[in-house]
């Protein structure tokens, strides 16, 4: 029958052009993430984004918070500086200051939830 024989002949096509829009779609796939990765070969390229003065002479600790947004440092005094770089602020207290600790206390962690509301701090003792 004629309507058998055209119908084979068009899903022949179909599929042979199914087949190869999978194919592409691999390749495609395939390019992209040698397009991702290929970077990760070269050399890396660091540019201040902005700056900051601050104000320690001796600083132990140089870090930021998890998201990057608030950077700190730590000198060889225990004080505590954030800077904020949106408002240009800077906020400096000791340590034990910032987690509302005593004088005697020793502080062996520390975090800080990212809005800054929240503060954790731990103490080492003797026996765990």
């Known amino acids: 029958r004629r309507s058998v024989l055209l119908a084979d002949r068009f899903m022949t096509r179909f599929i042979k052009i199914g087949g190869i829009g999978v194919i592409a779609a691999v390749l495609g796939i395939f390019i992209f993430i040698l397009g991702q990765i290929l970077p990760l070969f070269g050399r890396a390229r660091v540019f201040p984004m902005s700056q900051a003065e601050t104000g320690s002479v001796d600083a132990r600790i140089l870090g930021a ?64």
């Open 65 to 128: 918070d998890e998201w990057g947004e608030r950077p700190f440092v730590v000198d060889a005094d225990g004080r505590l500086t954030f800077f904020d770089f949106e408002t240009g602020r800077s906020q400096s207290r000791s340590m034990l200051e910032w987690l509302g600790a005593g004088d005697d206390a020793r502080c062996t962690a520390f975090f800080m939830t990212k809005g800054g509301r929240s503060c954790f701090w731990g103490q080492m003792t003797a026996g765990f």
